[in-house]
C-alpha cells in the first residue's frame, strides 16, 4: 500500500517556464512533508519542506504547496534549468512515527535548453 | 566539512555470502537512518539508530538483516546470506537531532549487486 505518489513518472519542461511536480498521499497522520532532488550515482539532496501548519513554502525558485483537504502537494521550480534534470521524491513523515521518511516513487524532471 | 560518507559505493557478492555497508554521519550528527532503493522505486525505510541504540527498525526484513551504530565508528548495515533480490542502492542519512525541523541528509549509497 502506496502511502505516497507520484503519479508521472517523467516530465519535460523548456527552459526558463514553470516545473510543477506533484505528489498525493493518503495517511491523513503525516504532519511534515519534504521534497529531495537526486541524480544518477548520488544520494537524495533536500531541496525544501512544509509542515503541516502551512500551506506554502517558498525558497528562492522552489516553492511547495499543501492542500491538507486534497492530500496533495506540489513543487513549483521558477524558472526552470537544465541543471535542475534530475529524479524528484516526495517524502513525508508522521509526528508519532519518529523520523521515519515515506518516499513517493519519483518524476524525473528534464529541462530542455 | 564533509557530509555523510558511504563505503563501499559498490560491492558485489554472490548469493550465501555477507554484505557489509558503513556508514560515517555528518559531523555533529548523532542519528542515523538507512533506506533501500529498489530500480525505479522510491527509497523505502528500513532502521533508525542513535549511539548503541536501534530506535526504530519497522522496516528491516526479520531475517538476514542487522543494524548497528556503536559508540566509536560508523553505522553497519549487516546483510547475511544475500539473495539476489538483495541487489538495490542503500543509502544513509544522519540527522543532528531526531526532531522534525531537523533534515536528513543522505549519502551517496551503496550499490549492491548479489550475482
Known amino acids: 500500500d502506496q502511502q505516497v505518489k507520484q503519479n508521472s513518472p517523467s516530465l519535460s519542461v523548456q527552459e526558463g517556464r514553470i516545473s510543477i511536480l506533484n505528489c498525493d498521499y493518503t495517511?491523513?497522520?503525516?504532519?511534515?512533508f519534504l521534497w529531495y532532488k537526486k541524480y544518477p550515482a548520488e544520494g537524495p539532496t533536500f531541496l525544501i519542506s512544509?509542515?503541516?501548519?502551512?500551506d506554502k513554502n517558498e525558497d528562492g525558485r522552489f516553492t511547495v504547496f499543501l492542500n491538507k483537504s486534497a492530500k496533495h502537494l506540489s513543487l513549483h521550480i521558477v524558472p526552470s534549468q537544465p541543471g535542475d534534470s534530475a529524479v524528484y521524491f516526495c517524502?513525508?513523515?508522521?509526528?508519532?512515527?519518529?523520523?521515519?521518511?515515506?518516499f513517493g516513487g519519483g518524476t524525473r524532471l528534464m529541462v530542455k535548453p | 566539512n564533509a557530509g555523510v560518507m558511504q563505503n563501499p559505493r559498490h560491492l558485489v557478492r554472490r548469493r550465501g555470502q555477507e554484505a557489509r555497508l558503513r556508514c560515517s554521519p555528518m559531523?555533529?550528527?548523532?542519528?542515523v537512518y538507512w533506506y533501500r532503493q529498489l530500480p525505479e522505486e522510491g527509497l523505502k525505510f528500513m532502521v533508525y539508530?542513535?549511539?548503541?541504540?536501534?530506535?526504530?527498525e519497522s522496516g528491516m526484513p526479520k531475517e538476514r538483516f542487522s543494524a548497528e551504530f556503536p559508540k566509536e565508528g560508523p553505522s553497519i548495515l549487516r546483510i547475511q546470506q544475500v539473495v539476489r533480490g538483495d541487489s538495490a542502492a542503500y543509502f544513509c542519512?544522519?540527522?543532528?537531532?531526531?526532531?522534525?525541523?531537523?533534515?536528513?541528509?543522505f549519502g551517496p549509497g551503496t550499490r549492491l549487486t548479489v550475482t
Open positions: 495517511n491523513s497522520m503525516f504532519d511534515y
Open positions: 517524502a513525508a513523515s508522521e509526528g508519532n512515527a519518529g523520523n521515519m521518511l515515506t
Open positions: 539508530l542513535q549511539k548503541e541504540n536501534i530506535i526504530d
Open positions: 559531523k555533529g550528527h548523532s542519528h
Open positions: 512544509i509542515s503541516s501548519i502551512k
Open positions: 542519512a544522519s540527522s543532528r537531532s531526531g526532531g522534525k525541523n531537523y533534515e536528513q541528509y
